[in-house]
């Protein structure tokens, strides 16, 4: 079992940075795949960025790619998303996965989500 628990959401101007954390709890193994995803008023939930949790490979989806930054630390068993540059249409929920089998889409272990505003 892996828990899941996002801070450092908030409120921010355009131009701005924000960084989440990710804290996860339990045995994380090196094929785990871990993301970030963002879910925005009245649109579906969508990956930004997603890593192994060894580090292998990284993702970042168009929209965010120059701008956003994740991270792992891997004795702390956290993953943060450094978030610059932010756009009003980078509001959203943000929500940190777990994939145990390393699976690119499919995710098993949710956080609980922060949210993130950005003003215009």
């Known amino acids: 079992q892996v828990h899941l628990v996002e801070s450092g959401g908030g409120l921010v101007q355009a131009g701005g940075s924000l960084r989440l954390s990710c804290a996860a709890s339990g045995r994380i193994r090196s094929w785990y795949r871990v993301a970030w995803f963002r879910q925005a008023p009245g649109k579906e939930r969508v990956s930004v960025v997603w890593?192994?949790?060894?580090?292998?490979?990284?993702y970042y989806s168009d929209s965010v790619k120059g701008r956003f930054t994740i991270s792992r630390d891997l004795a702390k068993n956290t993953v943060d998303l450094q978030m610059n540059s932010l756009k009003p249409e980078d509001t959203a929920v943000y929500y940190c996965?777990?994939?145990?089998?390393?699976?690119?889409?499919?995710?098993?272990?949710w956080g609980q989500g922060t949210q993130v505003t950005v003003s215009s």
């Open positions: 890593t192994s949790w060894s580090g292998e490979n990284t």
């Open positions: 996965a777990v994939s145990s089998t390393g699976s690119r889409t499919e995710y098993d272990y």
